[in-house]
């Protein structure tokens, strides 16, 4: 299952009416799509992305009552000029980003992206690309590697942890999520004693935004969608971590002094206790909404 995240508050920004043009350049589960599709049917226009074949396919089977609103479009959202321009879309009346990974990525082990499930260290959004965890993990350098680790993880400890994959590929080709978790808990699995996050947490965190290049996209993505919406039609982004919520927070206040947009949430909305209880995955996400002004 993947529920969600911020769903009434995306709603509820969006002022859906019957007819509208929306994209959702990540259908992940379907979860907002679905919601939005009741609010614009008959008549309107879902723009589906995702950059992984798979939600894709998922979604195909979910919106299938919706099959007259949506176009399908399997592609990286830091396209979305092309992507609207192929659709024959010149303008929408609404765009939600929700960054990130799925539930059905995360929990799938044969994906690499969870440190807590054993799997092909792979962590690639769409496996058609080239460079993966494994190649990352085991080709780059350890200076790169403690980059990568420090800048995209914000992990301290980043040197350490670099340092202990190149001793251990030495003996041995780092393959598996297992292996790579094992190799961080020797190294630093001390220095979280005292903390709730895991160990490996930042490290799978920052392996995976630098494979699939993240913060390029959500940069591209966001300014070029904001050129696409009608005057007073709003963009609703969910961030989960603080290097992309401080992107989409500069997009829109550059945007925003430059008049393009008026921003709608001066603060990011969070999820409230009970969301946070019934979802914990939600417990980091941050909604940040803008409105284009002409
Ligand atoms: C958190 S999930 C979205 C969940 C969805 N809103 C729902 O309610 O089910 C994020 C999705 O965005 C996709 N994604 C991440 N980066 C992307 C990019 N640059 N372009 C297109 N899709 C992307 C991922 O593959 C994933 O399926």
Redesign the pocket.
């Given at each position: 299952m993947?529920f969600?995240?911020l769903l009434r508050e995306v709603i509820d920004h969006l002022e859906l009416e019957a007819g509208d043009v929306i994209l959702?350049?990540?259908?992940?589960?379907?979860?907002?799509?679905v919601e939005i599709l009741k609010r614009i049917a008959p008549g309107g226009r879902l723009i589906a992305?995702?950059?992984?074949p798979e939600?894709i396919e998922r979604g195909r089977r979910r919106l299938g009552d919706f099959k007259d609103e949506v176009i399908f479009i399997n592609?990286?959202?830091?396209n979305a000029d092309g992507i609207l321009k192929t659709a024959g879309i010149e303008r929408v009346d609404g765009a939600v980003f929700?960054?990130?990974?799925?539930s059905f990525?995360v929990d799938d082990p044969k994906r690499g992206f969870s440190f807590l499930r054993d799997g092909p260290l792979d962590m690639r959004?769409d496996v058609s690309r080239k460079l993966s965890a494994r190649d990352v993990v085991n080709k780059f350098g350890k200076e790169e590697l403690a980059d990568i680790i420090r800048k995209y993880g914000e992990e301290r400890h980043a040197r350490l942890i670099a340092g202990a994959i190149c001793a251990s590929r030495k003996k041995k080709r780092i393959e598996t999520t297992g292996e790579l978790v094992d190799i961080i808990l020797k190294a630093a699995g001390g220095k979280y004693r005292r903390q709730r996050i895991h160990p490996a947490a930042r490290t799978f965190q920052a392996l995976r935004i630098f494979v699939?290049d993240?913060l390029a996209?959500v940069e591209e993505?966001v300014s070029k969608t904001v050129f696409y919406l009608r005057p007073t039609a709003r963009i609703c982004v969910i961030s989960f971590q603080s290097l992309e919520d401080r992107i989409v927070k500069n997009i829109f206040r550059g945007m925003a002094k430059s008049g393009e947009v008026t921003v709608i949430t001066k603060k990011p909305l969070c999820p409230g206790k009970e969301e946070v209880r019934a979802n914990p995955r939600s417990r980091s996400a941050k909604l940040r909404v803008a409105e284009r002004l002409s």
């Open positions: 993947h969600p995240v959702d350049a990540t259908l992940g589960g379907g979860g907002h799509a992305v995702d950059r992984d939600a592609d990286d959202f830091r929700d960054l990130g990974i799925s990525q959004f699939n993240e996209a993505g």
